[in-house]
């Protein structure tokens, strides 16, 4: 409920909420300080995207539904060492997000997610519906993605050409997909 919702700030001190904080809060606050567009983070263990971060895969466009949410593949990290998970191993989850964002030269405003391998999906937006979308949209990506490679597994990414249309069409300055509104 949203009641049990507790709010931090950036240094991790409680500002609202009864409840203890997530276990997961040294993941959420690196990513807020590394990537300045996010303004909320979702976590889930949904079947699906947790199936592929087991797999230690990221997860293909095989269509344009991908293509609405992600420009690009949703990236997979790679596992964490073992000096990392029996040292502050929440904060060294957000350091390898982060780590496979820059080495890929990825932008989280276009990719807004990823796959902790062995562990499950995080995703993120400007405000918490835009994270929850994309957990939502993640999900059902990686469903059908699953489906796909099971129904042929020579299947490859869309072209370029198409992603770009599908995801530039709803995103940027010259996004034309879906109604008007004024605000």
Not at 21 to 33: A, C, F, K, Q, V
Not at 95 to 100: D, F, P, R
Not at 146 to 167: F, G, S, V
Request: glycine residues 10%; aromatic residues 8%; negative net charge.
């Amino acid at each position: 409920e949203a009641g049990d919702l507790v709010i931090l700030d950036l240094d991790g001190q409680v500002v609202s909420g009864h409840r203890r904080p997530s276990s997961d809060t040294p993941t959420h606050l690196h990513l807020y300080r590394s990537f300045p567009g996010i303004g909320s983070i979702v976590h889930t263990h949904s079947r699906w995207a947790t199936i592929w971060a087991q797999a230690g895969l990221a997860i293909p466009p095989y269509g344009t539904t991908h293509a609405d949410y992600f420009h690009g593949p949703v990236p997979c990290t790679r596992p964490l060492t073992r000096e990392e998970i029996e040292g502050q191993y929440e904060l060294n989850t957000g350091h390898v997000i982060v780590e496979t964002f820059r080495s890929g030269q990825l932008d989280p405003a276009a990719v807004p997610g990823i796959l902790a391998a062995g562990h499950g999906p995080f995703t993120w937006g400007a405000h918490p519906a835009d994270a929850v979308l994309h957990a939502v949209a993640l999900e059902e990506c990686a469903m059908m993605a699953w489906h796909t490679r099971m129904l042929n597994p020579e299947a490859a990414a869309i072209e370029q050409y198409l992603l770009d249309k599908h995801y530039l069409r709803k995103h940027g300055k010259n996004a034309y997909y879906g109604q008007i509104t004024s605000d």
